[in-house]
């Protein structure tokens, strides 16, 4: 993300900071700031526990981590999001079914989401005074808490990740008119949708599998378009 980012100048159209310059160095002082703010707010989920689904998707991960063809299999107990039971089989196989591993991941997540939130405001337009803040009001935000909390949620914070970084690598493409940051858009965008792939698989047949991966390639087409 620090490799796309423009020199020091923002957009035309988004005002300087009273005190702050959209630099490199203030974005990772940002990010620094957000991850001691994260940490205040989120780092007793180190203890947490399981709640929900969690319990499931650990006991996938142990029978994914036996067998890795389990990762498709129509018999898991919470079927539909591949890429995240890749993900958190990758937990999996680094801390085990210790839950505090899979809650900071979570964590970091929902912190890396919030600090490129704030980085889109500001270049898509907004102060950057105004952008800091939405992405540190976001964070702390505790509407959304479930996305943080709950290790079953952790699509929702990966899925943001995606869909703001797709965002990024389509207005670099504006700038700089290069191919290669709209295939970088329609990568991430399609890994975001991949991401939602909800049809359960106990119930999917070749025929609307290959429509479900149709429309992961072809809905960002549309969204191009538009």
């Given at each position: 993300?620090?490799?796309m980012l423009p020199?020091s100048?923002?957009?035309?159209s988004?005002p300087r900071g009273?005190?702050l ?11 620094l700031?957000?991850?001691a ?5 989120f ?9 929900t689904h ?7 991960s142990?029978?994914?981590d ?7 299999s129509?018999?898991?107990r919470?079927p ?6 890749l993900a ?5 196989r680094?801390?085990?079914e210790d839950?505090?591993?899979?809650h900071l991941l979570g964590?970091?997540?929902?912190t890396?989401?919030?600090t490129l ?5 500001w270049?898509?337009?907004m102060?950057?005074v105004s952008?800091l ?6 964070l702390?935000?505790?509407?959304h808490?479930?996305a943080?909390?709950w290790i079953?949620a ?7 990740v995606?869909?703001l970084i797709s965002?990024i690598?389509?207005?670099r493409?504006?700038e700089s008119n290069?191919s ?5 858009f ?9 991401v939602?792939l ?9 025929d609307s599998?290959f429509?479900a991966i149709?429309?992961i390639?072809?809905d960002?087409?549309f969204i191009?378009?538009?």
């Amino acid at each position: 993300i620090l490799i796309m980012l423009p020199a020091s100048t923002p957009p035309s159209s988004a005002p300087r900071g009273l005190f702050l310059r959209p630099t490199r160095q203030t974005w990772v002082i940002y990010l620094l700031v957000m991850v001691a703010v994260s940490w205040g707010c989120f780092g007793s989920l180190a203890d947490h526990l399981l709640d929900t689904h969690d319990h499931d998707y650990l006991l996938d991960s142990a029978d994914v981590d036996r067998d890795f063809s389990h990762l498709f299999s129509p018999d898991k107990r919470m079927p539909g999001r591949p890429l995240l039971d890749l993900a958190l089989w990758v937990g999996y196989r680094i801390w085990g079914e210790d839950p505090g591993g899979f809650h900071l991941l979570g964590v970091t997540l929902h912190t890396l989401a919030s600090t490129l939130l704030g980085f889109v405001c500001w270049r898509l337009g907004m102060s950057l005074v105004s952008s800091l803040l939405s992405g540190i009001l976001f964070l702390v935000n505790t509407a959304h808490f479930q996305a943080v909390h709950w290790i079953s949620a952790q699509c929702y914070p990966l899925s943001m990740v995606l869909g703001l970084i797709s965002v990024i690598c389509y207005l670099r493409f504006v700038e700089s008119n290069r191919s290669r940051y709209m295939g970088l858009f329609f990568l991430m965008l399609s890994v975001m949708m991949a991401v939602f792939l909800s049809a359960k698989l106990s119930k999917i047949d070749t025929d609307s599998y290959f429509k479900a991966i149709i429309s992961i390639l072809i809905d960002p087409i549309f969204i191009i378009l538009c």
